[in-house]
């Protein structure tokens, strides 16, 4: 196995942030990894990179995912069952899903990152959530180099949310993510955000899959910076969910304020509670288009901060913390950080 001494890490993070790896390598295939296991055990894991913020040189061994592969287990008339290996671009899985006619993701295109990470923070975008594809996902148990299968429920997906960012934590490894897709009679969401009004501006009536996938795409460009050309991890916040009487409160302070109501599951009886868009928040604190030198906050979505190019990833990680402490002073909400710091 080839580990490299000091390697930039700045092309593997979509950041492009310029920290070192006092030690890294590559891994594509299973076996390789659990070769690795034997004789370590202190890693850093990386694979698209897009979920990370990186404000120092990594001490640990840095492992690269790149473990490749796409393979069809099992199928019927109207559901097709499939194993995508964790080093697979998720952006790109997805466009092959809608060229087969696979339904159930289309709404997720153009998200950075791997397969790999999409079970770790449930990645989301435009009303579909990826738990509601997965069937299963596999990773090696680090202590022991086992390979280890976690079932949908398992895994405790929630908004943003997995065992793997909790309870297991640093403790697996994942190599694969097993998916249920639709063939026919698919379940089409366009209701959520613009989609509708892309498809209505194309005169489209009955969308496709394709449709609805160059729908958000759009969508996507027309808000959200190229990492290749700007630095960048996509949304660094979640959208915070507050009670009603918070809600409230906010909204007679703040009579436009854009909000999705959340209602109990079941029979509940709890409250009604409000998840209100982060950008729009930081919007009106007034960061939105906020440049500070080789870093700010990008021009068309206040959810995304960014390197203009040569900013460090503390630099970045004080700025969100400046916008937390004012969303907080002038909202009375926390805003919750998305994305992984590495301090």
């Known amino acids: 196995m080839n580990i490299q001494q000091n390697k930039s890490l700045k092309n593997y993070n979509t950041f492009g942030i310029s920290v070192n790896a006092k030690r890294f390598i590559s891994i594509d295939s299973v076996y390789q990894l659990q070769q690795l296991l034997k004789v370590e055990k202190d890693l850093f894991l990386i694979s698209g990179g897009s979920n990370m913020l990186l404000t120092k040189d990594i001490k640990e061994l840095v492992v690269h995912i790149n473990i490749k592969g796409i393979s069809i287990d099992k199928e019927n008339e109207n559901e097709v069952f499939i194993t995508v290996n964790a080093g697979e671009s998720w952006h790109e899985f997805v466009v092959w899903c809608v060229e087969n006619n696979y339904g159930g993701i289309e709404n997720l295109s153009l998200i950075p990152g791997n397969v790999g990470t999409c079970p770790i923070q449930n990645i989301g975008a435009y009303g579909v959530e990826v738990k509601d594809t ?19 429920d398992e895994c405790n997906f929630g908004y943003r949310n997995s065992i793997f960012k909790n309870e297991v934590k640093g403790k697996y490894i994942i190599t694969s993510v097993s998916f249920k897709l639709t063939k026919n009679k698919h379940q089409l969401n366009t209701s959520y955000g613009a989609i509708d009004v892309e498809l209505a501006s194309k005169e489209i009536e009955k969308p496709t899959l394709k449709n609805i996938s160059d729908a958000v795409i759009t969508i996507r460009k027309s808000k959200l910076p190229d990492p290749k050309k700007i630095g960048n991890s996509g949304s660094f916040f979640k959208n915070p969910v507050v009670s009603k009487k918070q809600f409230l409160k906010i909204k ?4 436009k304020v854009p909000f999705y109501e959340i209602k109990p599951l079941g029979d509940s009886k709890g409250d009604v509670e409000y998840k209100i868009p982060a950008g729009w928040l930081i919007e009106q604190a007034g960061f939105k288009g906020k440049r500070f030198g080789n870093y700010g906050v990008h021009e068309k979505q206040a959810l995304v901060l960014v ?3 040569n900013a460090t990833g503390l630099e970045i990680y004080q700025l969100a913390e400046k916008i937390k402490q004012t969303i907080l002073q002038k909202f009375g909400i926390s805003l919750e950080i998305e994305v992984n710091i590495i301090l």
């Open 134 to 152: 997965i069937t299963k996902v596999e990773a090696l148990e680090i202590e022991t180099g086992k390979l280890v299968s976690f079932s949908n």
């Open 252 to 255: 007679e302070a703040n009579s």
């Open 307 to 309: 390197n203009y190019g």
